[in-house]
């Protein structure tokens, strides 16, 4: 760049100017270091090597390469050229600008002409290399005088040669897409990251085509990914399952899967399991079904997972049965939402386990159901929550409550409200109040989370002379005391023993308590030899966890010890250790090529921004290790392999770990439907569809050459055109016999409506 007269500045030719003296044309000669340039009777094992060669001599010098004609004996190469991207010339069609260029939408071939300069100026520089009988190709004439100037070197990066996604930035872009962060975003926080646009390497443009073609790639084995990542893990990882179904057609209508640490938590955690199909949906429309336990923090933990491609009572049921394959047993109880389908299922397979409706997704339906107005603007909400939402109430009373509540707010004949009082023994926690409701109320990593919070963290005593309080945060979780030493001050501060008397070997005691006014007195039956207790609260029956009712009674007879018959394992420390050797890489896994590579990469990168991070505060230091860095890297670009660049598809391969090429494949579903989607669109006639395809032009698809769709929204794998045209010819006939049984049974209605209007008129007329 140089400034002309006015301060602007200017483009300056880049390359050593040469004039013919004859003609005075000119020529531009590069100014490159003299081991880049190519010599005469230079030899190359290939011809991708020598043509690597002259691409690394046409980056330095300003230009971008390109592979022209060759001469091929009994499929051998016998020479071969190679030009500048500036060479040959390119005709331009003449554009009649006169005539107005047709822009409707009417099924017309013509369209408008794209004016695209051209970068072609007849350039003769070149190289050209020969086979030699010792199977070397030779530089047989060498040209390196150009009719065009060189890209300046601030420029260089926008050249096509140089312009391209590295290894690092390929797998950068694929990482941040599982956060949600974009190609544009990516490219964003590389060019921060470098120092400029030029340092990256490639265009925004570069980054957004990669992701789509990945995306594209990975819509064509999606499925089938999924299924042999989870094989793999099943073959390598010690008792790890997942059991899939598909269709006639090879389609995925099932998918199921569970690890170790899920099984060895299912073992502590698995009295209670909930089983829901009410989660969002994939791009596919199949559901999510996660089975959910309680860990001994109160917290909702995945026992297993699985996606489905329908709601129905044979997907559940085979869901079901390869739970119990996988786990060995079924759950106690099983908690679910109204599905009848589901219903159904847990009827036929888990005869044995009791089934409990979900009470939320029935209470979240209260205001739809009933009415806003009546749940927003009275006390009706909060009367039945007070009556639902509680294990205090005993089924007696909860009756009494309910058609209370029914008759003051009009709602006897209510047909949802008396379906739901019907089946009340299903979600009323006073119809269940013995068994064992750990309460459904986040995942793995939380679990090591609290466990890491329990050990390292100290709870509050409140009452130092109760020594149940102390001994209890010794051997439950911090999240479980906090419970258990509610129910402790409740028993010291708020209930009170009325009298007791002897039953037997057992003595009655009558505690009030005064957080309950609904019950006079509870009974708790206490034998103190072997510290067997019992309240007619059914607190400990339900939660595992004594009640306040039994610590009265504990606390008056100075007890020193807490029974340990009362101590769950599922709720203390030691429940379940957080992992088991082995558990989520397998003891004999095997990495491949790949992964092995990838690891190298992430060890480098740690150890480097270690080092970095040690020495920025030392600049000599920091520049020492720079230089360090730069001449490493010019011995490892001496010492680098050749090899051809591996394609597009084979790195999406890579990237996506589908590298073993499979006979069967498991494709995706498409149109999946689901409960609450609604009712199709509107059907239409055949007369109706003949007509609105009349004259209307279709889209071919670049990638099956299949017309209806485009390149992008394609779903089917892909072929080349010369099979397409074979398929076509061999439905053609069919295609013709099928459009023309159409047009006659459009042709019929037509008559026979034109008869029924003839038919209509005579009647008026008569």
Avoid at 72 to 80: E, F, L, N, P, Q
Avoid at 239 to 247: K, V
Avoid at 274 to 299: E, L, Q, W
Avoid at 349 to 370: F, G, N, Q, Y
């Amino acid at each position: 760049m140089e400034n002309d007269d006015q301060g602007f500045q200017t483009y300056q030719p880049v390359g050593k100017l040469q004039l013919s003296p004859n003609s005075d044309k000119r020529t531009y000669l590069p100014k490159v270091d003299e081991s880049l340039k190519p010599r005469d009777k230079m030899t190359f094992d290939t011809v991708n090597n020598a043509f690597l060669f002259y691409q690394k001599y046409a980056m330095a010098s300003g230009f971008t390469a390109r592979k022209s004609s060759q001469y091929t004996h009994h499929g051998v190469i016998k020479s071969k050229w190679f030009v500048g991207s500036k060479e040959g010339t390119k005709p331009f069609k003449a554009i009649d600008t006169s005539k107005k260029i047709d822009t409707s939408n009417n099924g017309s071939k013509r369209k408008s002409v794209r004016r695209v300069p051209s970068i072609r100026t007849g350039c003769k520089a070149r190289m050209f290399i020969k086979l030699m009988p010792s199977n070397l190709y030779k530089v047989s004439s060498f040209n390196e005088a150009h009719n065009h100037f060189f890209v300046a070197e601030e420029d260089r990066h926008l050249l096509p040669s140089n312009r391209g996604m590295n290894y690092m930035q390929e797998q950068a872009v694929n990482a941040l897409s599982a956060l949600n962060i974009g190609p544009v975003k990516a490219f964003n926080i590389m060019r921060t990251l470098y120092g400029g646009f030029d340092k990256v390497g490639a265009t925004n443009n570069d980054f957004k085509n990669f992701k789509r073609d990945l995306n594209r790639y990975i819509s064509e084995f999606d499925a089938d990914m999924m299924i042999k990542r989870l094989l793999r893990k099943k073959e390598y990882m010690p008792n790890f399952s997942m059991e899939y179904i598909t269709d006639e057609n090879g389609v995925l209508r099932g998918l199921f899967w569970a690890d170790e640490d899920a099984k060895r938590i299912f073992s502590v955690f698995g009295d209670v399991v909930s089983f829901d199909a009410t989660y969002r949906r994939n791009k596919y429309n199949m559901m999510f079904v996660p089975f959910t336990g309680i860990d001994n923090h109160k917290r909702n933990v995945t026992l297993g997972a699985a996606i489905i491609g329908n709601e129905t009572a044979e997907t559940y049921s085979w869901l079901l049965n390869v739970f119990r394959q996988a786990f060995g047993r079924a759950p106690p109880v099983i908690v679910t939402d109204q599905d009848p389908a589901m219903k159904k299922a847990i009827e036929d397979t888990w005869p044995e386990s009791r089934h409990r409706l979900c009470m939320w997704h029935i209470m979240d339906k209260l205001s739809a159901k009933v009415g806003a107005s009546i749940c927003n603007n009275t006390d009706f909400k909060k009367r039945l929550c007070a009556i639902v939402w509680t294990d205090s109430v005993i089924p007696v009373k909860f009756e009494s409550e309910w058609a209370t509540i029914m008759n003051d707010f009009n709602l006897v004949d209510h047909e949802w409200l008396q379906s739901l009082y019907q089946i009340g023994d299903t979600w009323i926690p006073a119809y269940y109040r013995e068994e064992v409701m750990s309460g459904l109320m986040p995942q793995r990593h939380e679990h090591r989370k609290n466990d890491h919070d329990t050990r390292n963290t100290n709870a509050e005593i409140w009452a130092e002379d109760f020594v149940l309080e102390d001994q209890a945060s010794r051997v439950y979780t911090r999240t479980i005391f906090f419970d258990q030493q509610l129910e402790i001050q409740n028993g010291i501060h708020r209930c009170a023993i009325g009298k007791w008397e002897n039953m037997g070997d057992f003595v009655n005691f009558f505690v009030k308590d005064w957080e309950q006014p609904c019950t006079t007195f509870f009974e708790v039956m206490m034998r103190e030899d072997d510290m067997t207790v019992y309240c007619t609260c059914k607190g400990f029956e339900q939660f595992g966890l004594l009640c306040s009712h039994i610590f009265c009674v504990l606390r008056m007879l100075d007890i020193r010890e807490f029974p340990q018959r009362y101590i769950l394992r599922r709720w203390t420390r030691k429940a379940v250790p957080n992992s088991a050797p082995g558990a989520i890489l397998g003891i004999n896994e095997t990495e491949d090529r790949y992964n092995e590579v990838n690891r190298v990469v992430r060890e480098i990168t740690y150890s480097t921004e270690s080092v970095i991070n040690q020495l920025v505060t030392n600049f000599d230091a920091l520049c020492s290790f720079r230089d360090h860095v730069v001449n490493y890297f010019k011995i490892a670009d001496e010492s680098v392999v050749n090899a051809p660049p591996k394609s597009r598809r084979e790195r999406f391969a890579e990237i996506t770990g589908n590298t073993k090429p499979s006979g069967a494949t498991v494709r995706v579903p498409i149109g999946t439907r689901f409960k609450g989607m609604g009712k199709p669109k509107r059907m239409k006639s055949k007369r109706e569809i003949a007509l609105s395809q009349l004259g209307k032009k279709s889209r071919q698809c670049q990638n099956c050459f299949i017309y209806g769709h485009n390149r992008r929204s394609c779903k089917n794998p892909t072929r080349t055109k010369e099979q397409a045209m074979a398929k076509d010819d061999g439905e053609e006939a069919d295609e013709v016999d099928e459009e023309e049984d159409e047009w006659e049974e459009v042709e019929e209605d037509m008559d026979e409506q034109d008869e029924d209007a003839l038919d209509e008129e005579d009647g008026e007329e008569e």
